[in-house]
């Protein structure tokens, strides 16, 4: 089970680093058109700010390279030695996987670069308006 505090908990469920209360992202579904990209400016509990300098989540290209990685991976396994598909069609297992997750993929990868650079905080303060 996802526990608050944890880094996975934030991770997965794309809440703030720093005090776990808020999504970062303005629509939490991947998939809605046109706010695949669209974050706060700042998470309103805390006050912690999402996009620390101009440019911030271009590090997180590098985080995608892995994670694309990793689901392509699992196409494979799940195509080829569970499934028994032949090369042709575990490659077009891998692509339809890759197009498919792409949101999915890119969220994830945020999550984790802004998890790198931003510690939990249990006693972050409620932000002041």
């Known amino acids: 089970m996802l526990k608050k505090g944890t880094k996975l908990y934030s991770i997965l469920t794309g809440s703030c680093p720093k005090c776990h209360e808020e999504s970062m992202y303005v629509d939490k579904n991947p998939y809605r058109r046109g706010h695949l990209f669209k974050m706060h400016e700042r998470c309103s509990h805390c006050n912690t700010k999402y996009k620390i300098e101009p440019s911030f989540f271009y590090g ?70």
């Open 60 to 129: 997180a290209m590098y985080v995608s390279y892995g994670v694309g990685i990793a689901f392509a991976v699992a196409a494979f396994v799940i195509a080829r030695l569970l499934i028994g598909a032949s090369l042709i069609y575990t490659f077009i297992a891998i692509v339809a996987t890759m197009l498919g997750f792409m949101p999915v993929i890119i969220r994830l990868s945020r999550n984790i670069w802004i998890n790198l650079i931003v510690k939990y905080d249990p006693e972050a303060k409620t932000a002041q308006l």
